[in-house]
Structure formats: C-alpha cells, structure tokens
C-alpha cells in the first residue's frame, strides 16, 4: 500500500493543534462530542470560513474533519506528537 498524500492545510492544521495547548485541549473536547454533532459543527465551521474567504486550505482541511475516519486519525497523530515532544522534554 502506497502512502497517502496528506493536503497541505490539513498538515498545518495538525501542526498547530500539537503547538497550541488551548486549541489542542479545544479539538480533544470535540471526541465527548456524539459524531453526528461533531460532523455538523466542522461542516458549519467550513461554510463560515468558505463565507469569510479565509485560507482555502485550511477551510477544506476544516471540512474534512467532518468525517469521522479523518477526525480520529488527525486525533491520533497529534496525541502522538505531543507525547513525542513531552518525551524529548524528559
């Protein structure tokens, strides 16, 4: 199996989701959330940013965390990444 290309947006978004403690702490209070509400809320945020024509990147990036498949492997890969940081602290 191939790797899989991972959009850029979505690299940044993830980036900043292992930089940043209160948007970190933001997307992991999103889990408790059923996934039908989670869904909606990152397809409503999409169609905000889409509105306000802010970074189209970072808008679909948005977007496809409404997929639940997405959301959990984004999850994943940044409580991986911040525990990698914390174990580099040590």
């Given at each position: 199996?191939?790797?899989?290309?991972?959009?850029?947006?979505?690299?940044?978004?993830?980036?900043?989701?292992?930089?940043?403690?209160?948007?970190?702490?933001?997307?992991?209070?999103?889990?408790?959330?059923?996934?039908?509400?989670?869904?909606?809320?990152?397809?409503?945020?999409?169609?905000?940013?889409?509105?306000?024509?802010?970074?189209?990147?970072?808008?679909?990036?948005?977007?496809?965390l409404a997929r639940p498949k997405v959301y959990e492997t984004v999850l994943a890969a940044v409580r991986e990444r911040v525990n990698e940081s914390?174990?580099?602290?040590?």
């Amino acid at each position: 199996m191939g790797e899989m290309h991972v959009p850029e947006g979505m690299v940044k978004l993830a980036h900043a989701l292992v930089e940043d403690a209160k948007l970190r702490n933001w997307f992991y209070a999103l889990e408790k959330l059923p996934k039908r509400v989670r869904k909606e809320s990152f397809a409503e945020m999409a169609v905000e940013m889409r509105a306000k024509e802010e970074d189209v990147d970072l808008t679909d990036a948005v977007l496809a965390l409404a997929r639940p498949k997405v959301y959990e492997t984004v999850l994943a890969a940044v409580r991986e990444r911040v525990n990698e940081s914390r174990e580099d602290l040590e």
